[in-house]
């Protein structure tokens, strides 16, 4: 009798389990069936954004020191400065050439005063010698009834004075080429410089930043893997981002979906996007583009073979609201049916 009846509580135990396993996955399937939409995860971001990037000055200089910006948050309207680079290193490099160049200029006029005085040398010299071989040439004809040792000696002075006369214009022509092309070369040495000058002073403007556009300003990382903002006083290198000014005027939603439900969506589908800060307020929104590519979702450790792989999505909203701010957290229910 108690067999009986330990077997039949036994039989009652398991069909209450398994009635109950059915009812939970009916529940659990009747919840997917009523939800008929996907819903993701997100972050606002301007669609309209200029960001601010250090460029290198020239070819020396690829850092600078931030002297100035406006701050964090403040409200930029188009035209504004919101960015001051220290002027320092280009004034000094500035200041240093103008001096070589005053240097190089003063040789410059040296060179030509001295050319000048060479040139009334070698004139001088040459009128002595036209002078001395015009002479010469008198005395060898005023010797032709003289002995001819004597017209040996004449003509041999004659001989000379035209070497020397010879030598002399010869000597004019080669000291003309010459300080030419020294003069050439004096003059490119200030034209190197004064054109250097030139350039610097042309990169002076790149070291003050003035929005294009209106928005908010928002001052960027001093390294992508540090929280800490740029302030006054940091150097900034070529190429680093120091500041973004986004356009609040129209936003959009970065987010993914998962692989899964990648053949769910498509561009210019509808969207709504709900915040937790206005809770009650759904705004909509369209699909705008699809990432093409899959990746493993942002945060998650690649060794981790079950990782989460997603497609980046972009959703754009379809109305404009002041409320909403770059970075705030959205969800993005995307309507399938």
Not at 17 to 30: F, H, P, Y
Not at 40 to 69: C, P, Y
Not at 189 to 217: A, C, H, M
Request: a positive charge; aromatic letters at 6%; charged letters at 25%.
């Amino acid at each position: 009798m108690k067999s009986r009846l330990t077997l039949s509580a036994f039989l009652l135990l398991a069909l209450a389990l398994v009635s109950c396993k059915g009812g939970l996955r009916g529940g659990a399937d009747a919840s997917g069936a009523a939800s008929g939409a996907l819903i993701e995860t997100g972050e606002l971001a301007a669609v309209t954004s200029k960001t601010f990037v250090m460029q290198r000055l020239g070819q020396r200089w690829n850092d600078a020191k931030i002297s100035w910006m406006a701050e964090h948050g403040q409200s930029i309207h188009a035209g504004d400065t919101i960015i001051q680079l220290d002027p320092i290193n280009l004034t000094r490099y500035i200041t240093d050439r103008e001096t070589q160049l005053e240097t190089q200029q003063a040789a410059l006029e040296k060179m030509i005063v001295n050319q000048s005085n060479a040139r009334s040398q070698n004139e001088n010299s040459i009128r002595s010698e036209e002078a001395a071989y015009a002479l010469s040439k008198l005395s060898m004809e005023s010797v032709r009834f003289e002995s001819e040792r004597q017209q040996r000696i004449r003509q041999l002075q004659f001989r000379q004075a035209t070497i020397n006369l010879q030598r002399a214009r010869r000597n004019r022509e080669l000291n003309t080429i010459i300080n030419e092309n020294d003069l050439k070369i004096q003059r490119i040495r200030v034209n190197l410089i004064e054109k250097d000058i030139q350039r610097t002073y042309e990169l002076l403007p790149q070291l003050t930043f003035i929005s294009p556009i209106d928005g908010i300003f928002q001052i960027e990382r001093r390294r992508r893997w540090q929280p800490e903002l740029l302030t006054i006083g940091n150097e900034v290198d070529a190429g680093q981002a120091i500041a973004r000014v986004p356009d609040l005027t129209w936003m959009k939603v970065n987010t993914s979906v998962h692989e899964n439900d990648f053949l769910k969506i498509r561009v210019g589908q509808r969207v709504t996007v709900r915040l937790d800060a206005l809770p009650g307020t759904d705004f909509p929104g369209e699909i705008s583009s699809i990432g093409r590519l899959c990746h493993i979702k942002n945060g998650a450790n690649r060794n981790n073979s079950k990782n989460i792989k997603v497609f980046d999505v972009e959703v754009r909203l379809l109305v404009s609201d002041e409320r909403l701010k770059p970075g705030m957290t959205v969800s993005c229910e995307f309507h399938t049916d």
